[in-house]
């Protein structure tokens, strides 16, 4: 059990602190309730782009990073499609150099011409080197927009295109900074060897002042669901032929999405899965096949991707992946097979939640999504889910549409066609 105090600011700032006495380190954790889906389609990559720039220094902080190596601390941030994640690791005792550096930025943010193009040409250098240099990197570039056609989750989080960020102007920074970042949008946790009371005095102290700022209204478009299979197939210089299908499947906020994620187990988590067994030991059609549940706050997609055997055609390798999903959907699972998908996800994400970083990242994430308090019953949902309700979802995947993104090894260079 992880008990935390919870605070709130007049100014909107929701507080959590977790006592942690099994480290010296302490963690300040803080989460903007901002990712790519708040983007407009016309100017992708904008929360990427501003999560670069909030280490450019501010009003009272010229250089963010070394006020913090001389304190022995670390740093880092995260943008994604729901959330922006930033934290903070320092001796505890040194707690007041990571609320000055935060408060700072979140009120005073240097942005300037100069640092907007150092940034642009960083993130761009990330773009070719991360998605258009890298064998399969554009994958989900090219199978996200195949699946949704309205909403936002159809460009990846660094943006659609290279000219999206080259040509931002320093007002739409300035703009999206002001609408996102600022107390009422934010959720600051503070995990270590702390006195909640004291963390909430020091806290006001640093933040307080900060004014609110307008609460974002979210009004992203719903995406239908799929009634029809659409298929894309590429061309590209890539080790060998690839696969990529994706379902419509519920958001982490639905429950029926744990039964999702442990179907996606069952079939390719370790060497006893059903994958390996069949599709890669077995047929020999696959070298690697894995299946996941995307962890949206909206809908999203249950994924599977495969790196074909020379022997094998996109066709075969389609239908050896439905044929397995299929099978679990008509025969089931028994229990010792759930258990033990069940028995791994809780020791993995039990481990996870071990060290002061990842709870202080936890506890805010789960504060995003309705409640700080799921971070000690989420795993209760995992255990939960039924025999029956993994067949369920076997079937209702069988039975649904799917997008489907196929790679062809090829020494000609990029090129796509829609067979």
């Not at 900060?210 to 029809?228: A, F, H, N, V, Y």
């Not at 994430?365 to 255990?383: F, P, Q, R, V, W």
Request: glycine fraction near 6%.
């Amino acid at each position: 059990m992880i008990e935390y105090t919870w605070h709130q600011l007049q100014n909107g700032l929701r507080l959590i602190i977790h006592r942690d006495p099994s480290t010296p380190m302490a963690v300040v954790n803080t989460i903007f309730d901002v990712g790519s889906r708040d983007e407009s389609p016309k100017r992708t990559g904008l929360a990427h782009l501003l999560e670069h720039l909030m280490f450019c220094g501010s009003k009272h902080v010229p250089e963010f990073d070394p006020p913090l190596l001389k304190v022995g601390g670390v740093n880092n941030a995260f943008t994604g499609p729901d959330y922006t994640d930033y934290y903070i690791q320092v001796p505890v005792q040194n707690l007041e150099t990571a609320f000055w550096l935060e408060s700072d930025r979140m009120s005073w943010l240097n942005l300037t011409p100069e640092g907007l193009e150092q940034e642009k040409n960083v993130v761009i250098e990330e773009f070719h080197q991360q998605y258009l240099n890298r064998p399969y990197g554009d994958v989900m570039m090219l199978l996200s927009p195949l699946v949704f056609l309205k909403h936002p989750y159809r460009w990846p989080t660094i943006g659609k295109t290279v000219d999206h960020i080259r040509d931002v102007t320093l007002e739409e920074v300035v703009e999206f900074y002001s609408r996102y970042y600022h107390p009422g949008n934010a959720i600051l946790t503070v995990v270590g060897l702390v006195e909640p009371d004291e963390i909430i005095e020091r806290v006001e102290h640093w933040y307080g002042e900060i004014p609110r700022g307008l609460t974002p209204e979210r009004s992203l478009p719903q995406e239908p669901k799929m009634d029809e299979n659409r298929l894309l197939a590429v061309q590209r210089p890539v080790p060998q032929n690839a696969i990529y299908l994706a379902w419509n499947s519920p958001s982490v906020k639905d429950p029926r999405y744990f039964a999702y994620a442990l179907l996606a187990d069952i079939l390719s988590e370790g060497a006893s899965s059903r994958f390996h067994k069949n599709l890669i030991k077995g047929e020999q059609r696959f070298s690697e096949v894995q299946a996941y549940a995307r962890n949206g706050m909206d809908p999203g997609t249950f994924n599977v991707s495969g790196m074909l055997n020379e022997t094998t055609d996109h066709g075969e390798a389609k239908e050896a992946i439905i044929a397995e999903i299929r099978k679990v959907a008509r025969e089931g699972v028994d229990y010792r097979e759930l258990q033990k998908v069940k028995n791994k996800s809780l020791f993995s994400q039990t481990a996870q939640e071990v060290g002061v970083l990842s709870k202080a990242m936890n506890l805010g994430y789960y504060e995003l999504l309705g409640d700080a308090s799921m971070i000690n019953t989420h795993l209760d949902k995992y255990m939960a889910v039924t025999p029956e309700e993994i067949v369920e979802t076997a079937t209702e995947l069988s039975n649904q549409p799917y997008a489907e993104l196929r790679y062809h090894a090829s020494v000609e260079g990029n090129g796509e066609t829609t067979p």
